[in-house]
């Protein structure tokens, strides 16, 4: 009767595993043929269209509604399963944000200091209602990820298994989810399970998805439409400042931050002093 139970279970897993992809496919297909007709009068869209990289991230609002949805409908939980907090809302999502912008400005910082970047000016007249659009696109997609990742995906683990697997496999989960973006190298990839770790880090220390999803949001926006550099390997972003790449020796030109050396090292240590505040506090990692 055990056995049996076990195998009903696993089949159960399966059924939501593959409802949950159903519903990602639909809504993620419903608002990318809806936008590609907003912006472009046409049910397809090509990656190198003008705004192409908005209408893909603010596809993404299919997955956090497909996920949402899930939650509460599929496994009949309520939104704080996942780990969201209503609880200062918007205090979470800014101090999210502040760190991914930190963590970002350090290594623009890092390369100006060692001649890979050159500074070339502001141009204040990309700071328009496109530049808001972004921040909006870069935050959902920010959060559907972090939603599907480090809430739904982590949770199981969690639940099961415990803290550590629960940190350690969905990042790696997270870095293989890039495998498919252009440029992508054994570094870059490394450095996306580095950020999965800070992330879930993070995530556990604080209690809070939307800290993460800010971070998560504050990181890529500030690559793309702040400092003007390629985020995962997607280019072409009307950013606030400019630079020029004066070392490709030194810089990935594909994948652009993710893909360096620096960025390694801004992980490894955000990871530790998350380590350093779970000490103080108390929080044991098993």
Do not use: C
Request: overall charge positive; glycine content about 10%; cysteine-free.
């Amino acid at each position: 009767m055990e056995e049996k139970d076990k195998v009903k279970n696993f089949f159960k897993i399966i059924l939501k595993l593959l409802i949950l992809i159903v519903m990602i496919a639909i809504f993620t297909g419903g608002i990318m043929l809806a936008l590609s007709l907003f912006f472009y009068r046409q049910t397809y869209f090509n990656s190198d269209y003008k705004n192409a990289n908005l209408v893909m991230l603010m596809g993404t609002t299919g997955q956090l509604f497909a996920a949402i949805l899930f939650v509460r409908f599929i496994l009949k939980k309520r939104l704080d399963y996942i780990f969201f907090k209503r609880d200062k809302l918007a205090k979470n999502i800014a101090l999210g944000l502040f760190f991914g912008f930190l963590q970002i400005s350090i290594y623009v910082l890092v390369d100006l200091g060692r001649g890979v970047l050159g500074y070339q000016g502001m141009n204040l007249g990309n700071l328009n209602l496109f530049f808001l659009a972004y921040f909006i696109a870069f935050f959902i997609q920010s959060t559907s990820e972090e939603v599907l990742v480090r809430g739904l995906l982590t949770r199981a683990l969690f639940d099961k298994f415990g803290k550590k697997i629960a940190i350690i496999l969905p990042s790696i989960f997270f870095g293989l989810l890039h495998l498919g973006n252009e440029g992508v190298t054994v570094l870059s990839t490394l450095n996306t399970i580095l950020v999965g770790i800070f992330f879930a880090k993070l995530l556990f220390y604080t209690d809070n998805i939307m800290v993460t999803s800010g971070a998560h949001a504050g990181w890529n926006f500030s690559m793309a439409m702040i400092y003007g550099l390629n985020v995962s390997g997607f280019s072409g972003f009307d950013s606030l400042l400019n630079f020029k790449i004066l070392s490709y020796n030194l810089y990935d030109k594909t994948y652009g931050p993710e893909g360096s050396i620096v960025v390694t090292f801004i992980e490894i240590i955000s990871i530790f002093i998350i380590f350093y505040l779970e000490k103080r506090k108390g929080v044991k990692n098993g």
